[in-house]
């Protein structure tokens, strides 16, 4: 896939389809062993969660647009709004997504591109800030 300037895509630079599943479920397998991260996933659904996550994912990259036809427009902080994400919660997301890209080893700028990017999603993400009482 290109994207509107005839470029290739991340997704096609860092392997397509096979890699964002790959990088999902090794993600999956660190967030199902950390105790604060596990209660905010669907404990009955994992595959579930993995398949909609990589489809966000390979979208989001310039692969199929196949997540917005199942679910519409992604809408991340309303969907995420449910969950008390703090810091703390933000940063064990953060662990867990750079040890499952640590697994799969992308190219060093791809890499670069993937950090920026989780970075900045996880830090919008936070909707919790136990520090504030009104």
């Not at 397509?16 to 967030?31: D, I, Q």
């Not at 996933?41 to 579930?48: K, L, S, V």
């Amino acid at each position: 896939m290109t994207d509107a300037t005839g470029r290739a895509t991340l997704y096609d630079a860092v392997g397509g389809e096979a890699f964002f599943r790959r990088l999902v479920h090794e993600f999956y397998e660190r967030v199902w062993a950390d105790e604060v991260l596990r209660r905010m996933y669907p404990q009955d659904d994992r595959a579930g969660a993995e398949e909609r996550f990589s489809l966000f994912l390979m979208q989001f990259w310039g692969g199929p647009g196949t997540y917005s036809e199942q679910r519409g427009h992604p809408r991340l902080r309303m969907r995420h709004h449910p969950f008390p994400i703090d810091h703390d919660a933000r940063n064990r997301w953060i662990a867990c997504m750079t040890a499952a890209l640590d697994a799969l080893e992308p190219a060093p700028l791809l890499r670069a591109e993937l950090d920026d990017y989780f970075d900045r999603a996880a830090t919008a993400m936070i909707n919790h800030n136990p520090a504030f009482r009104r």
